[in-house]
């Protein structure tokens, strides 16, 4: 609650609301004088005092330990919760995260601002773009990251419905009648904007990703305990996460595997950015790098299409029969002038914030093998 809606009536509260005006008003920037301090709390609070009494009860404050200087301007507040910078990046991490929907977004941006002084609110003038970024529709996703990490601490299975988006960008069940998975739950990860769950299907003994901004219905399974991540075969000597990060770009599902790439000299940075600085260098000139490194081979599979330009795969041969496959199949699309759709061209599907066109994937057996989105034990 804002002090400004509450009525002092004790002058024990002095020292709070001092404070509080000191919180809202002041920075290394901007002092008060005792007399600028006595006129906020009569224009305020209704409350009138004398200079003194404010010199006491900011020596009071000092005593308690709160870092408040004076100078010849007057007095400010020189340390609180968090400095502007801080709250920059928590406020854009909040703006930019895709898990949360718009109101959850907006929400948690005042609460934030709040927390700043009055000189705070005109440095983040850009969260009125807040509209025009993509965030989730699941109106569940916070619920959904709390009772999972309640399950998590009471080391719990969980069961829930997962979706996925249709032709109207809705959620619907992926599979039949509300399919409940039921998983262990190990870890909540942030990657790309986004939140996903690490867990293993209680029938599989392998690791599974879950995006939690696309699942519904979350119940902790009381009397049903988690099953210990040691005992997953692949697992038995210990599991780390940010190398399991790390391996995992994209957050595909499977294990990982030896890869070894030449790359040119100048992606050094983008290995480092996706891949950390757990790699090794086998051979390097002056144009080109080899590098060995351990991930996830259907990830790698996109990430080398996405840098297949600057980037050759030297091993596995299964990951370079799968790129040759995909870059065939990307030729052959693109070899002819394409096939006008006639009268659909352009046609959109008007959502509210979202300007999407309707293309319906299609069925997944007439996608190239090398395309296809590691299934998830969606068959399970």
Not at 149 to 154: K, L, P, R, W
Not at 201 to 229: E, F, G, W
């Amino acid at each position: 609650m804002k002090m400004e809606n509450i009525i002092p009536t004790d002058k024990k509260c002095l020292n709070i609301l001092i404070l509080e005006i000191l919180k809202e008003y002041t920075d290394e920037e901007h002092c008060l004088t005792q007399q600028a301090i006595l006129g906020i709390l009569d224009s305020k609070y209704a409350m009138e005092y004398d200079r003194r009494t404010v010199k006491a009860n900011i020596e009071s404050l000092k005593d308690l330990g709160y870092a408040i200087q004076h100078t010849s301007s007057g007095y400010y507040l020189s340390e609180r919760e968090f400095d502007d910078a801080e709250l920059r990046m928590l406020i854009d991490s909040v703006l930019f995260n895709k898990s949360l929907s718009h109101t959850q977004a907006d929400r948690l941006i005042k609460k934030l601002k709040q927390l700043g002084n009055a000189y705070f609110h005109g440095k983040v003038k850009h969260i009125c773009h807040l509209h025009a970024l993509q965030h989730n529709s699941n109106p569940q996703t916070m619920l959904n990251i709390d009772r999972i990490s309640d399950a998590i601490a009471q080391n719990r299975q969980i069961s829930f419905v997962y979706n996925s988006y249709d032709i109207n960008l809705k959620l619907q069940p992926r599979k039949a009648d509300n399919y409940k998975y039921i998983v262990n739950p190990y870890y909540l990860v942030a990657n790309n904007g986004r939140y996903y769950l690490i867990a293993n299907h209680s029938r599989h003994d392998d690791i599974s990703h879950y995006r939690v901004d696309k699942i519904t219905n979350v119940y902790i399974l009381d009397d049903t305990p988690a099953r210990p991540l040691r005992t997953l075969p692949e697992y038995a000597n210990g599991y780390d996460l940010p190398r399991h990060m790390a391996e995992h770009i994209y957050m595909f599902s499977g294990k990982s595997t030896y890869i070894t790439m030449r790359i040119e000299p100048f992606m050094m940075d983008d290995i480092i950015d996706w891949f950390g600085k757990d790699f090794s260098i086998l051979e390097s000139n002056e144009n080109h790098i080899t590098i060995a490194l351990h991930c996830n081979e259907e990830a790698m599979l996109y990430w080398a299409l996405q840098y297949g330009k600057y980037v050759e795969i030297l091993q596995p041969d299964s990951l370079r029969e799968k790129l040759r496959s995909a870059a065939q199949n990307i030729y052959s699309k693109y070899v002819n002038p394409p096939q006008q759709p006639g009268n659909l061209q352009n046609k959109c599907v008007q959502q509210p914030e979202i300007n999407a066109c309707s293309n319906q994937k299609a069925p997944l057996s007439k996608v190239p093998a090398a395309f296809r989105r590691a299934p998830n034990h969606d068959n399970a």
